[in-house]
């Protein structure tokens, strides 16, 4: 992005945010500091510091408390803030850019929500496998890594109802042309950095 | 009316009943849909929390495929699908550095897409702008009359703002005229586009838990028989846990979930197999005896009672 492009000193933790948004200009430094988005969020309240904290905290340069934080993990991506933000930051995508660093840097194991990147991973190794979601898989592999008791009521609870109303595959269901999409991800993978 | 048709993963399974009357409904109108051939699935939210470029890269190979199915429009039904496609499209058009990595990537499996040449659109987009409600009272068989219905939009079709949204990004009304439209009573829902949750259940369930009950308290104290929902996210939360809800809060929820397409199905006389009716969890049974064969009678018009304090009056300039 353009920033990155005129600096004549090395980049700032603000700019690395800044350049890993995908899309237009984020406008991370046009925040006012006024609350919207914390006061419009659904799970702010259980935030470690509100989207408007942690965007002061960019600008500090905080990067190892920002990364650390479970902010970005409790983002449900609802996108009320991004609607009400009356300078039009690009919140919830600026949160996204956060998980990646997060996961980058290892900080997310210090956090609160430190088993969130694991339903991801273990949701993308599925996709990267078989080119669709297999939610049967996700569920009961990411439970026996992190919370195995969990299994048992999963087993009992509404996942055997899903299952007897037919509403859960018990093997995955494979694309044709895995061996392609497999070829596209290495290669953006290889691409990878800012966007 | 012809358009690409991208189904997801969610509507292989889960959230099969909404591809079933999506499908009965959709032809019922002359609508014909194109499946994206061997489409992947979109990564829902949680590949681009790990890694932006094979992300968008992961999405794109359906819009190559629409592309080149010539496509112009391409429908999703789920929520995540959609604006997953849809922001793929618009953020590549924005930056040209982005584009030009996954236009690289694209072609190491043989695709290429030129952001722009497919329009990203919901099924209820579709429903309400292309079909029409008139069109869709004209074909009315067996009107829901006196059913309330609450209908619930969640998150991702009426928002983000800046890509050009159909509806109104916070208060979002084309599927309550729907339902008006099908006979029903659509009850006051303030929370109508509040979050689900998502996929919150999975990294703080206590989190994901409160939210749901906002959701089911809002609907049940506005008296709604039914909540009615475009996303199979949305159902899957506010059925599959509605059990957890009451038990962690002591409440006594009792809210079918279904999906829009299944209410316009029933009043076009479709049978409830045929729309997949029976498949949630919460059982839609008891709900819909509630629907009759006479309009609600019209409201009384209450005048305002003499010993109301008065309104402000504007003076006359």
């Known amino acids: 992005m353009a920033i990155a492009a005129t600096l004549a000193r090395a980049p700032t933790f603000f700019d690395e945010v800044v350049n890993n948004t995908p899309g237009g200009d984020p406008h991370l430094e046009l925040c006012l500091q006024c609350g919207t988005c914390g006061g419009s969020c659904p799970s702010g309240p259980d935030m470690d510091h509100t989207p408007r904290a942690l965007f002061a905290m960019i600008n500090a340069g905080m990067k190892e408390q920002v990364l650390r934080s479970n902010t970005p993990w409790y983002c449900v991506s609802c996108y009320y803030c991004m609607v009400r933000c009356p300078q039009e930051i690009k919140i919830t995508d600026i949160l996204y850019t956060l998980k990646r660093m997060a996961i980058k840097e290892g900080n997310y194991r210090d956090s609160t929500a430190s088993d969130a990147p694991g339903f991801s991973e273990t949701f993308i190794d599925f996709v990267e496998n078989y080119g669709r979601s297999f939610e049967v898989g996700v569920a009961a592999r990411h439970h026996l890594r992190h919370h195995p008791l969990k299994m048992v009521g999963m087993a009992t609870g509404f996942g055997l109802d899903m299952l007897l109303k037919g509403r859960m595959d018990i093997t995955p269901n494979r694309i044709k042309g895995l061996e392609g999409l497999q070829a596209i991800l290495k290669k953006a993978k290889e691409l990878g950095g800012e966007a | 009316m012809k358009y690409g048709f991208y189904p997801g993963c969610s509507l292989e399974k889960n959230a099969y009943a909404y591809n079933q009357s999506t499908m009965a409904v959709t032809k019922a109108f002359d609508i014909e849909f194109v499946e994206v051939e061997d489409w992947n699935c979109c990564g829902a939210t949680e590949y681009i929390a790990i890694d932006l470029l094979p992300a968008y890269a992961l999405i794109s190979r359906n819009l190559a495929i629409a592309a080149k199915q010539q496509s112009e429009q391409l429908v999703a039904a789920c929520s995540a699908c959609f604006l997953n496609l849809k922001k793929a499209d618009h953020y590549m058009g924005e930056s ?45 068989i067996k009107p829901l009359y006196q059913l309330k219905v609450a209908p619930y939009y969640g998150c991702l079709v009426p928002r983000p703002a800046k890509m050009g949204s159909f509806d109104s990004n916070e208060y979002p009304t084309s ?7 099908l006979g029903a009573t659509v009850v006051d829902f303030p929370l109508k586009a509040a979050c689900c949750g998502g996929h919150m259940t999975q990294i703080s369930e206590d ?13 049940t104290d506005n008296r709604a028989d039914l909540i009615v929902t475009l996303c199979p996210m949305c159902q899957f939360n506010l059925d599959a846990y509605q059990e957890s809800v009451n038990k962690k809060f002591g409440t006594k929820y009792n809210l079918p979930i279904l999906y829009f397409t299944q209410m316009i199905g029933l009043a076009l006389g479709m049978s409830e197999q045929e729309l997949g009716i029976g498949k949630e969890l919460v059982s839609a049974k008891a709900a819909l005896t509630n629907i009759s064969e006479e309009p609600p009678p019209k409201p009384k018009r209450v005048r305002r009672s003499k010993e109301a304090l008065p309104l402000p009056v504007l003076e006359e300039v």
């Not at chain 2, 996954?102 to 079909?131: M, Q, T, W």
């Open chain 2, 96 to 140: 040209h550095k982005l584009n030009e990595k996954i236009n690289k990537a694209l072609a190491a499996g043989g695709f290429n897409y030129e952001p722009g040449s497919v329009k990203v659109r919901h099924l209820l987009d579709i429903i309400y702008n292309d079909v029409g409600i008139e069109a869709i009272q004209e074909k009315i």
């Open chain 2, 175 to 181: 599927m309550d005229e729907i339902m008006r439209a």
């Open chain 2, 207 to 219: 989190v994901a838990l409160d939210m749901m009950r906002r959701i089911l308290k809002n609907a």
